[in-house]
Structure formats: C-alpha cells, structure tokens
C-alpha cells in the first residue's frame, strides 16, 4: 500500500458511480487494490472507465451483506481515481485506485445496473498552526514509532512520510489507514471533518494499540522466560554434573541409583523379581530427576528394597516356655493353647512346612484379638493385624495398579513391610465384617491369601510379582461365621472360643482385669482390692454377657471413684471392695435373676438361645382362649421361629388324642404364642421343642418343670434334630441357675467341649423324640 497526496484542485462531478466497499474505509492518499465480483460493482467500474476514471468508494455497515442498498452504506466516503483495471478468468475484476478526497453521498441517482450516486465534497475547516497542534502531531509520531518498536508492522515507506508531513488533518489520515482500525472505527475517523479533533481521536486509538501490543508483547515474554528457565536450568544441571565429575564428586542421581543397586544386592530377591527390579533399576538411570515418573519408579523400588523376601524370625521352639506365655497370657483356652503347641511340635520336627491358617469364632470380649498377640509373644514372631471390619475395595487387599496417581501396595504387603519379616503372626480382624460393591468383593481378593496352596506366589497389583505368604501365620477373627463366604470358610481351621462361666470370669478378673485397671487408673498393689463375693456380684448382677469387656468397664469404674478418693486425700487405707459395696459405687444391679420361674408353670416353657453375644435363657408363654381356631405369634419373631411355632402346633393337634386332649378343642380356641423381650428380634429352629412343650402344657393344663430348660429342633413326626452352640447353651443354663438340661441326643459329642466343673452343676438329658422331652419336662398334675 503506498501513499501519495491527492490533486488539490480536483474537479469533481455532481455524480459519479458507488462502488460499495466491504472490508476497509478508503482514506485520500492511499492506493490500493480492490477485487470487484457483485455485478453492479463490476458495472459501476466500467461506466467509470468509461467515463474520466473517477468512481465513489463508500464501506458497506455489514460485511456479509451480498446486495446492499441505500441504508447498509455509510454516507461519507472518498472520491478515487481508477488507475488500472485487470480481468481475471473467474469474471471479477481487480483494481488499483487511489483516494483523491473525501466526499459525501448526497443521494442515490440510479439503482440499475450499478449505483450512481450524487456526491458533494467535503471540505476541512482551516486551523491556525498553534503550538498544541505540533505537540499533539509529535505526540502521535512518537506513539507511532513505539507502536512499531513494539512489533507493529508498518512499512518504512509510510514512517517516511508521516515523519514529513505537516498537515494534521492529512497526518491523522494517513496514520489511521495504517495502523489495521476495524470498520467501524476507520469510519469514525473519516467522518470527523476537524483536522485536530480527527488527529485527537487518532491519537486516542494509538494508545489503545500501544495498550493491546505491550500486553501480547508481555504474554510472549513470559512464555519465552518459561522456556527459557527450563532449557536454562537443564544446561546448568549439566554443567553441575560436569563439575562434579571433574572434582570426583558423585551425581546425586547415580548416587541414587548406587544406592538402590547396594539394597537390592541385600535384599535377596527371588530371581524373576530381581530381574524386574533390575529392569526398573535401568529406565530410572535414564529418566530426568524432576519428572513426576521418576519419583514413581523411585517409590516402586523403595517398596521391592524394602520388603522382606529372605528375612525372617526363629520360631521358638521351646515348647515349655511357649506354654508357659500361653498360660501366662490367658485363662483357660484350652483347645487353642494345644493347637498352637501341636504347631510348634511338628515345626520343631519339619522345618519346611506351611503356616497354619486358624479363625477364631466366638462372642465378643472373649479374647480373640488379645489371643493373636499372645500367640506371637509364645512363637517368637512379628505380630500384624489389620481390621477387615467394613473394607469393601478389593484394591485395599490387593493394591493398586502402578498407572494410578497415588497407587499403593495392599494391606497384606504393606503389614509384611511393617513386620520386616515374611513369617509374622498376621491376624485379620473382623473377617465376618467385610462388605462388598462396586470397588469389589474384598473377600474374593482374600481367597488366594488364605489358601496354602497359592499363597506362595501371591501377586499384589502394585509389586506385581509373585510374593510368597506360605511362611506367614494366619488368624482370622469372627464373631459369627454366617456371613463368611464359603469358599473362604473351607480355606480356614475353625476354632471356636465360647463364653465364659462366672467361676472362669472370676479367675479372669483377678488374674488380669483387675491388675490392668489397678495399674491404668494410678493405683497402687496394696490401695485396692476386690473380695470374691464382690467380683461375683459384678459378674451375676452388673454384667450379662459371654466375653468380659463390660466386667473389666464396671472394675475400672470402682478403681476410678476409689482413685478420687485417694487423690483428694480422704482416703489413706487401703480399699477392700465387699458385695455390699458395690451397689454404693455402681448404684442398683442392673441385671435381676428371672423370677417368672419361681414355681411350677402351665403354658411356660424354657428356651435355650444362642446369640453373637453368647448363650441366653428364652421363656415361651402360651394362652389358650375361646375363639375360632386361631394361632397368634407375638415377640419379634423370624419367619424360622414362626414355621417352628406352626409345626409344634401341628405336633400337637396329629398327637392330640394321645396327649389326651380333645380335638375338638383347636376348632373352638384360639392359641396366642409370645416370647417376652418382644424388642429384640429371634429366629432359627432350635426353640421348636420348647415351643411344643408349652404348647402341650397349656393344652393339657400340665404345668412345666421350673428347674427344667430345653434346646432342639422338632420334626412333624416328633423327632428331636441337633442344634449349634451348646456350650454357649449351657453357660446360660448355669448363669440362670437352671438344674436341667434337656438336648438333642445328636449333640452328645459336643460334650466334650464342657468342662468337667460345669457339667456336675447341671443335669443334661438327651432326648431323641417328643415324648421324652415331655416326660422330663412337663410334671404331674397335682
């Protein structure tokens, strides 16, 4: 584009053809090139051609505007002179013109072919030569030259001439047809017919430039400094290793590498996982010490140097002294103790052999997790545990695949690091507990675990190399094993702790609760103790449960109150705790013995239960009433308890003749069934025999046995069928002073799980039908 100035003494006619223009306001001075393609465009240049070469440029409102009329034009313009014409082969036109002065549309003559237009033109007011009018053309010179020293592209040819020029109005346009305005601002410029208002506006539009190239110029440093800093901080790390190495100093990265390379030499590792380690060991070599992968593949090695393949503890293989903690630890347990020694003894023998995988199944408070660490304690090992209670990701058995952000070993490798040894006693709380969504089936991930047969080899997602468990001791604990899987039951030796009888808690107590207690609260050996009658009270009166926690609550609450006493100072002598005295530390009992069984009965029988918490005494209550041969069950029963309610009734009406009872009687009463504590929900089969015994009593009017309680699942055909639990059963029995036992004759094997003390304080009979039950169970009519 160049710039020259226009003919002043032009002469121009009172109309000439409209040539609208659609991207760029034509200034005086300037010559351009136009593409002409619209017809009346082309045929407006013709005529001009035709004619003395003039023609009227005016910029159309809206650029995408195909066939403008008269309201899409701007009124003011510049008259131009066509200076060459060139046809192209496609029909348009292109054009060289040059603006000779500015005019104004004063009216459309003709519309067809092309637009001609009336044209007046314009004149600029004349301004004195003043010295605000030089400031203001030097100010925009220099605003000029900073806009191109800030990368404006403007050509050398126009800086010339605006440097000479010295009419503003000329200045103001020429700077303003060169600096890239959009439309509607060139037009706004155009239309100013004062030269120095024109030259302010210009100048106005100078600084906004200057405002927009200092900002990209800025943005475009910044980037460059970023890349900069980079490429500069890695040429600087290379010339620190240089120097190092030239002063013999080591690369922390390969001294990093050294490190790791010593670790994994001592680490022994089988030789597929050295082979991996060594693989990893290599890509770390290669990778910048700043990237975020490097920290990763660093980690991943911490973890392969870190876990114990070849360390292990010695068992010990004394088995007196195994003993000796076992008892030392815990009361009673005696199944348990001797499966422990069982292990030890064939170790001592066989020094390969696989470590056992036990579960602990009983109430709470009995000593499960406790046992674990005493098995520890007895073998000399490392002792794990970890709460399945809950977990319900596969991932947390498993671990992580190493592309996660954040991946991690599962729980199993990470108790194995935190054992230092592959052969610790791992335990796995709460094995009963683990749920299941969509992360997984934890459980599932535990198969492999517990199997002796694969845990050789296990495979975490993250070490992703085979890792063998065979070493390691496995305890699982659980408190009932209904929800256990299977598949996971089978891979388990089951080892049942039942609760415990008021003599074993005593012992307990005074063996290790109340030294525990004593020490926890401050005191001293000779400032408490507890009478056996007192202990007793707590254990019958203050406690109804198959473990011992809540016991060991009550003790620590009688040492804190007497710690207060002795910390105020009003109390100097030692504390000794009567049965008397525990209703004044702890208030009233809580637990009451029954007294519904004070004498003989008709329609209530005994029931024996077996809950999570342990063994529990069930009363059932039977009413007869006159009504239609209804049964009503009440007492927050499950559908097993009610079908076993049905089927007593049953039993009843087939056998009523022989029971002596009229059958005419099931058409003309109703029976309503209820077990109290309708509150807390009941269910199996093993209240069938008590639900028939009161049944029959309350039919017959033959009452039932007071000191008599019962368990056993009954048949149509009056057959007794075996029930679980039967110490637990017991216990209960013994807890509520019940003198006989009535069970299933199928259960006499489990006999040999009840101590021998327990046994001589109750009376148990096997029943094998109905009828032997009711001859125990039901006594004469007086």
Same mark, same amino acid.
């Given at each position: 584009?160049?710039?020259?100035?226009?003919?002043?003494?032009?002469?121009?006619?009172?109309?000439?053809?409209?040539?609208?223009?659609?991207?760029?306001?034509?200034?005086?001075?300037?010559?351009?090139?136009?593409?002409?393609?619209?017809?009346?465009?082309?045929?407006?240049?013709?005529?001009?051609?035709?004619?003395?070469?003039?023609?009227?440029?005016?910029?159309?409102?809206?650029?995408?505007?195909?066939?403008?009329?008269?309201?899409?034009?701007?009124?003011?313009?510049?008259?131009?002179?066509?200076?060459?014409?060139?046809?192209?082969?496609?029909?348009?036109?292109?054009?060289?013109?040059?603006?000779?002065?500015?005019?104004?549309?004063?009216?459309?003559?003709?519309?067809?072919?092309?637009?001609?237009?009336?044209?007046?033109?314009?004149?600029?007011?004349?301004?004195?030569?003043?010295?605000?009018?030089?400031?203001?053309?030097?100010?925009?010179?220099?605003?000029?030259?900073?806009?191109?020293?800030?990368?404006?592209?403007?050509?050398?040819?126009?800086?010339?001439?605006?440097?000479?020029?010295?009419?503003?109005?000329?200045?103001?346009?020429?700077?303003?047809?060169?600096?890239?305005?959009?439309?509607?601002?060139?037009?706004?410029?155009?239309?100013?017919?004062?030269?120095?208002?024109?030259?302010?506006?210009?100048?106005?539009?100078?600084?906004?430039?200057?405002?927009?190239?200092?900002?990209?110029?800025?943005?475009?440093?910044?980037?460059?400094?970023?890349?900069?800093?980079?490429?500069?901080?890695?040429?600087?790390?290379?010339?620190?290793?240089?120097?190092?190495?030239?002063?013999?100093?080591?690369?922390?990265?390969?001294?990093?590498?050294?490190?790791?390379?010593?670790?994994?030499?001592?680490?022994?590792?089988?030789?597929?996982?050295?082979?991996?380690?060594?693989?990893?060991?290599?890509?770390?070599?290669?990778?910048?010490?700043?990237?975020?992968?490097?920290?990763?593949?660093?980690?991943?090695?911490?973890?392969?140097?870190?876990?114990?393949?070849?360390?292990?503890?010695?068992?010990?293989?004394?088995?007196?002294?195994?003993?000796?903690?076992?008892?030392?630890?815990?009361?009673?347990?005696?199944?348990?103790?001797?499966?422990?020694?069982?292990?030890?003894?064939?170790?001592?023998?066989?020094?390969?052999?696989?470590?056992?995988?036990?579960?602990?199944?009983?109430?709470?408070?009995?000593?499960?997790?406790?046992?674990?660490?005493?098995?520890?304690?007895?073998?000399?090992?490392?002792?794990?545990?970890?709460?399945?209670?809950?977990?319900?990701?596969?991932?947390?058995?498993?671990?992580?695949?190493?592309?996660?952000?954040?991946?991690?070993?599962?729980?199993?490798?990470?108790?194995?690091?935190?054992?230092?040894?592959?052969?610790?006693?791992?335990?796995?709380?709460?094995?009963?507990?683990?749920?299941?969504?969509?992360?997984?089936?934890p459980s599932s991930a535990l198969l492999e675990v517990l199997d002796p047969e694969q845990n050789h080899a296990f495979s975490d997602h993250y070490?992703?190399?085979?890792?063998?468990?065979?070493?390691?001791?496995?305890?699982?604990?659980?408190?009932?094993?209904?929800?256990?899987?299977?598949?996971?039951?089978?891979?388990?030796?089951?080892?049942?702790?039942?609760?415990?009888?008021?003599?074993?808690?005593?012992?307990?107590?005074?063996?290790?609760?109340?030294?525990?207690?004593?020490?926890?609260?401050?005191?001293?050996?000779?400032?408490?103790?507890?009478?056996?009658?007192?202990?007793?009270?707590?254990?019958?009166?203050?406690?109804?449960?198959?473990?011992?926690?809540?016991?060991?609550?009550?003790?620590?609450?009688?040492?804190?109150?007497?710690?207060?006493?002795?910390?105020?100072?009003?109390?100097?002598?030692?504390?000794?705790?009567?049965?008397?005295?525990?209703?004044?530390?702890?208030?009233?009992?809580?637990?009451?013995?029954?007294?519904?069984?004070?004498?003989?009965?008709?329609?209530?029988?005994?029931?024996?239960?077996?809950?999570?918490?342990?063994?529990?005494?069930?009363?059932?209550?039977?009413?007869?009433?006159?009504?239609?041969?209804?049964?009503?069950?009440?007492?927050?029963?499950?559908?097993?308890?009610?079908?076993?309610?049905?089927?007593?009734?049953?039993?009843?009406?087939?056998?009523?003749?022989?029971?002596?009872?009229?059958?005419?009687?099931?058409?003309?009463?109703?029976?309503?069934?209820?077990? @109290? $504590?309708?509150?807390?929900? !009941?269910?199996?089969?093993?209240?069938?025999? #008590? *639900?028939?015994?009161? =049944?029959?009593? +309350? %039919?017959?009017?033959?009452?039932?046995?007071?000191?008599?309680?019962?368990?056993?699942?009954?048949?149509?055909?009056?057959?007794?069928?075996?029930?679980?639990?039967?110490?637990?059963?017991?216990?209960?029995?013994?807890?509520?002073?019940?003198?006989?036992?009535?069970?299933?004759?199928?259960?006499?094997?489990?006999?040999?799980?009840? @101590? $021998?003390?327990?046994?001589? !304080?109750?009376?148990?009979?096997?029943?094998? #039908? *109905?009828?032997?039950? =009711?001859?125990? +169970? %039901?006594?004469?009519?007086?």
């Amino acid at each position: 584009m160049n710039n020259t100035l226009p003919n002043q003494d032009l002469t121009i006619p009172e109309s000439l053809p409209l040539l609208p223009v659609r991207d760029v306001v034509v200034f005086p001075y300037m010559i351009l090139p136009l593409f002409v393609g619209r017809e009346k465009s082309v045929a407006a240049v013709e005529a001009a051609l035709a004619g003395d070469r003039l023609i009227m440029l005016a910029a159309q409102k809206e650029f995408g505007e195909e066939e403008p009329g008269v309201d899409d034009i701007y009124t003011v313009g510049t008259v131009a002179m066509i200076m060459r014409m060139l046809k192209m082969p496609d029909g348009r036109v292109k054009i060289l013109v040059q603006g000779l002065a500015k005019a104004q549309l004063t009216g459309f003559v003709t519309a067809d072919p092309y637009f001609r237009v009336g044209v007046e033109r314009l004149h600029e007011p004349p301004i004195d030569p003043a010295l605000e009018v030089e400031a203001l053309m030097r100010t925009v010179r220099n605003q000029l030259g900073q806009a191109v020293s800030l990368g404006k592209a403007i050509s050398p040819e126009v800086l010339v001439v605006v440097e000479n020029m010295e009419d503003a109005g000329s200045l103001a346009d020429v700077i303003a047809s060169n600096i890239g305005l959009k439309v509607a601002e060139a037009q706004e410029v155009i239309e100013i017919l004062d030269p120095l208002e024109r030259l302010r506006r210009v100048k106005d539009l100078l600084a906004r430039e200057l405002e927009l190239l200092a900002m990209q110029a800025d943005i475009q440093t910044q980037a460059k400094e970023e890349m900069g800093k980079s490429q500069r901080e890695y040429f600087l790390r290379e010339q620190l290793r240089a120097i190092q190495s030239e002063l013999g100093d080591a690369d922390p990265r390969a001294q990093d590498v050294a490190e790791l390379r010593e670790k994994l030499e001592k680490a022994g590792l089988p030789k597929e996982a050295r082979e991996e380690a060594d693989k990893q060991l290599r890509r770390l070599e290669t990778m910048h010490a700043e990237s975020a992968e490097y920290s990763m593949q660093r980690t991943y090695l911490d973890w392969l140097v870190d876990l114990p393949w070849k360390k292990s503890t010695r068992d010990n293989l004394n088995l007196a002294k195994a003993h000796e903690v076992l008892e030392e630890d815990h009361y009673n347990l005696e199944k348990i103790k001797e499966r422990i020694l069982e292990f030890l003894a064939v170790r001592k023998l066989k020094k390969e052999m696989k470590g056992p995988i036990l579960c602990f199944v009983g109430p709470p408070g009995v000593g499960k997790t406790s046992l674990g660490k005493s098995i520890a304690r007895a073998l000399g090992r490392k002792f794990v545990r970890i709460s399945l209670g809950g977990m319900r990701d596969e991932a947390e058995i498993r671990g992580h695949r190493r592309t996660y952000v954040g991946a991690l070993p599962g729980r199993i490798i990470q108790g194995l690091k935190q054992a230092g040894t592959n052969n610790p006693v791992f335990m796995l709380d709460e094995i009963d507990k683990l749920g299941m969504d969509f992360r997984g089936d934890p459980s599932s991930a535990l198969l492999e675990v517990l199997d002796p047969e694969q845990n050789h080899a296990f495979s975490d997602h993250y070490i992703n190399l085979a890792f063998d468990l065979s070493n390691v001791m496995f305890i699982a604990t659980a408190n009932i094993m209904d929800p256990v899987p299977s598949a996971l039951k089978d891979r388990m030796e089951v080892i049942r702790l039942s609760g415990y009888t008021a003599e074993e808690k005593l012992h307990i107590a005074e063996r290790y609760l109340i030294p525990r207690q004593r020490e926890a609260n401050g005191l001293k050996e000779g400032q408490i103790r507890f009478s056996a009658n007192a202990l007793l009270r707590l254990i019958t009166e203050y406690t109804a449960e198959a473990g011992l926690r809540n016991l060991e609550r009550e003790i620590g609450s009688i040492c804190r109150k007497v710690a207060r006493r002795f910390a105020e100072g009003r109390q100097k002598k030692a504390v000794t705790v009567t049965e008397t005295a525990v209703a004044r530390y702890l208030g009233p009992p809580r637990f009451l013995p029954e007294e519904e069984r004070a004498e003989h009965e008709v329609g209530v029988a005994t029931g024996l239960a077996w809950t999570e918490v342990g063994g529990d005494v069930l009363y059932v209550e039977v009413n007869t009433m006159k009504g239609k041969g209804g049964l009503t069950l009440t007492g927050h029963l499950g559908d097993v308890m009610k079908e076993s309610a049905q089927a007593a009734l049953s039993f009843a009406r087939a056998r009523a003749e022989e029971l002596g009872i009229d059958p005419a009687f099931f058409e003309t009463h109703d029976i309503h069934v209820h077990v @109290p $504590a309708g509150a807390i929900p !009941k269910d199996g089969p093993s209240a069938g025999v #008590t *639900m028939a015994t009161a =049944l029959i009593s +309350a %039919l017959t009017k033959r009452p039932v046995s007071k000191d008599v309680a019962m368990t056993g699942e009954l048949t149509l055909r009056g057959k007794v069928l075996p029930i679980g639990g039967l110490k637990e059963k017991v216990l209960a029995a013994v807890r509520h002073h019940v003198g006989t036992v009535l069970m299933p004759w199928r259960n006499e094997k489990d006999l040999e799980d009840i @101590p $021998a003390h327990l046994r001589k !304080k109750v009376k148990l009979i096997s029943v094998r #039908t *109905m009828d032997d039950v =009711l001859k125990a +169970a %039901l006594v004469e009519k007086p």
